[in-house]
């Protein structure tokens, strides 16, 4: 054996012996609208039926999540009404929002939680009159957390309405 192919044959075997030892799980994805549901390959049977969803469901199920904000849910209870709830880890138990086109801001607030920073808690607000100004604009409802120590917006949370 020449000793250009010493190098070579010795990379082949390395990368058989790497696929030998590996184990591939074969799996299955059942898909809805929004939803994506990973399947062990041994239990295709048992696949859920298909689901529709409509525009409201699907915003129903989506939850949204960051440092200061986790399992917030915007749900659409009339065509310009929305009921926003989750939960906040929030300095005094008091946060801003504001509703934007991604142009201007519609309309602004401020919620609060029933527990203040380290604790999390919980908050339950609506919105109402919430109206696109343009017809091919999307609403986005965003959460923030304003700084005690200069006022500027902080953690911010984008949450798409329609």
């Not at 920073?117 to 339950?124: C, K, Q, V």
């Not at 009159?129 to 120590?149: F, G, I, W």
């Amino acid at each position: 054996m020449s000793l250009y192919k010493l190098p070579t044959a010795f990379l082949l075997l390395a990368i058989a012996a790497g696929c030998a030892e590996n184990e591939h799980t074969d799996t299955a994805v059942n898909k809805t609208d929004t939803l994506a549901t990973v399947v062990p390959a041994d239990n295709r049977d048992n696949l859920p039926a298909q689901q529709t969803a409509t525009p409201d469901t699907v915003h129903k199920l989506k939850t949204y999540s960051n440092t200061r904000f986790r399992g917030v849910v915007a749900e659409r209870i009339a065509p310009n009404k929305f009921r926003i709830t989750g939960e906040g880890q929030i300095f005094e138990a008091s946060f801003s929002w504001y509703v934007e086109d991604g142009h201007n801001e519609l309309k602004s607030g401020f919620a609060t939680t029933d527990a203040g920073a380290p604790e999390w808690g919980s908050f339950d607000f609506t919105i109402d009159s919430v109206t696109k100004q343009r017809p091919n604009s999307t609403l986005h409802l965003v959460l923030y957390e304003t700084s005690a120590k200069d006022g500027s917006r902080q953690y911010e949370l984008p949450i798409p309405l329609y």
